[in-house]
């Protein structure tokens, strides 16, 4: 079989062999239940904290405010549910190219007749208008909910949560990020940023599957969204995810220590792309800021529309080259994507490249090799 060419790294990432080098132990010898009061427990009690500890570390929050979940849409979901029922957030105002994780759960809570929903404003690049968010929060006195993500995950753009953050806070509202993009790809300094929730997914940046984050800032007293057991400090039910954790820990240390050279090489990645296709493609464009404020991992390219570039991404599979059209976790769903759709640009067959440290500037010389040939 040819070798398959992987740029879909926005939807997950090959996993690192140090990650699974740390991993293989608590997969093996280390089987204890972390809640168990004999040694095997105990240690593996110890493990977890350990990795508590690291990430808050990276992340400038303290450990008390770090929470391990099953992945980024579990504690989107929880810090949604939680700023509505708990936190008294009748009316939310996020955006239309959310995660659907947050736009889902958004949508539900509205429907239930629990919170009134908003949508602010986009600007014809993709980003947020602020503007217009500092509008509508002045406009009501009804405590707010404010979710919207750090990077887009199929345009790349990148909202300023320091900014948003600061609108919050002059409004009393309560701010949720979905920063699963950027965690692991982007320095976050929680100490110097007002949020009230942040969320992360170890498989976006080399770690395990089924591992997430949920930062809960301590000003915040919320309740368990699974019920059971006192795990997390009685904020998730459920035995820990040991090795997961392990892993997204590690993951998170390699991605902070090589930060600098890794980001610089990606992003040239990213820049070697946008020019090779527009020197080689007539007519196409790239959704979103792709230049300006936005991820060095993902360029949102569009194709001309034509009967062929409708077929692209079935064809470029064919080739054994990976991608994806809008967002992997809408996959089988052919609606279109409704980031693109709120951007309202001219019609074109959309292919979403996203990059890892693993991939090379040969891959890309092929895939735009291919691209000629398809088109």
Do not use: W
Request: include cysteine.
């Amino acid at each position: 079989m040819a070798q398959r060419i992987y740029f879909d790294n926005a939807a997950t990432t090959p996993i690192d062999p140090l990650v699974v080098d740390v991993m293989v132990p608590f997969l093996s010898t280390h089987f204890g239940n972390p809640s168990s009061i004999y040694s095997y427990g105990r240690e593996n009690r110890l493990a977890i904290e350990k990795a508590r500890k690291s990430v808050a570390n990276i992340l400038k929050a303290q450990p008390s405010e770090i929470f391990f979940t099953s992945g980024g849409t579990e504690s989107s979901n929880t810090a949604i549910f939680n700023a509505v029922r708990e936190l008294g957030c009748k009316r939310i105002i996020t955006s239309p190219i959310e995660h659907h994780a947050t736009l889902h759960s958004v949508e539900f809570l509205h429907k239930n007749g629990e919170a009134s929903l908003e949508f602010v404003n986009i600007l014809s690049n993709g980003h947020i208008d602020l503007e217009d968010l500092e509008k509508k929060l002045k406009e009501s006195s009804v405590k707010t909910l404010v979710t919207l993500m750090h990077a887009n995950n199929e345009i790349g753009n990148i909202t300023d949560i320091q900014a948003v953050g600061e609108i919050c806070k002059q409004n009393g509202a309560i701010f949720h990020a979905d920063t699963v993009q950027t965690v692991g790809h982007f320095p976050i300094d929680l100490s110097n940023t007002y949020v009230d929730f942040i969320t992360g997914a170890g498989h976006k940046f080399h770690g395990p599957k089924g591992i997430g984050l949920m930062y809960i800032n301590q000003r915040n007293k919320i309740s368990p969204f699974i019920h059971g057991g006192g795990q997390e400090r009685n904020m998730r039910a459920g035995t820990e995810n040991i090795y997961g954790i392990i892993g997204f820990a590690k993951a998170l240390e390699l991605a902070n220590e090589n930060h600098t050279v890794d980001s610089a090489y990606i992003f040239s990645l990213k820049q070697y792309l946008k020019n090779r296709l527009t020197e080689t493609v007539p007519g196409v464009i790239f959704n979103g800021d792709p230049d300006g404020d936005s991820l060095y991992t993902v360029l949102s390219v569009g194709f001309p529309h034509s009967e062929k570039s409708e077929m692209l991404l079935f064809n470029l599979d064919i080739n054994h080259i990976c991608v994806s059209g809008g967002s992997a976790c809408s996959s089988g769903a052919n609606q279109g994507s409704h980031v693109i759709n709120a951007l309202k640009t001219q019609p074109q067959s959309t292919v979403r490249f996203s990059f890892s440290k693993y991939n090379t500037k040969e891959e890309i010389d092929q895939v735009v090799e291919t691209i000629k040939t398809l088109i």
